[in-house]
Nanobody, 121 residues
Framework: VQLQASGGGLVQAGGSLRLSCAASGRLFSNYVMGWFRQAPGKEREFVAG???????NYASSVKGRFTISRDNGKNTVYLQMNSLKPEDTAVYYC????????????????WGQGTLVTVSS
């Protein structure tokens, strides 16, 4: 499984960005796609996840501001980020696992390369 993330960049506080992650290779059925982020000096943390039936879960810090969605025909997951804050600055990673929505990075065997999001104050 290969994952290619894109869409990061520099944005002012209050602005918006949309991240994309395209998956390819031998994807298993009913897979879950998730977004994580890692700020300098901090551990990687869960942001949002979506299963094959569009069930979702979000970290409390982004709920109401971020929206995860997926296009199964394109094997692509999106993360729409609105009302961005400086504390959202991080490298954002997409990841894939089977079936069950989960929030632990250790539960995701496949990872993309990351895309940097910088929010200026």
């Amino acid at each position: 499984v290969q994952l290619q993330a894109s869409g990061g960049g520099l944005v002012q506080a209050g602005g918006s960005l949309r991240l994309s992650c395209a998956a390819s290779g031998r994807l298993f059925s009913n897979y879950v796609m998730g977004w994580f982020r890692q700020a300098p000096g901090k551990e990687r943390e869960f942001v949002a996840g979506i299963n094959d039936r569009d069930g979702t879960n979000y970290a409390s810090s982004v709920k109401g501001r971020f929206t995860i969605s997926r296009d199964n025909g394109k094997n692509t997951v999106y993360l729409q980020m609105n009302s961005l804050k400086p504390e959202d600055t991080a490298v954002y990673y997409c990841a894939v696992r089977g079936t069950v929505l989960g929030t632990s990075p250790s539960g995701y065997p496949y990872w993309g390369q990351g895309t940097l999001v910088t929010v200026s104050s």
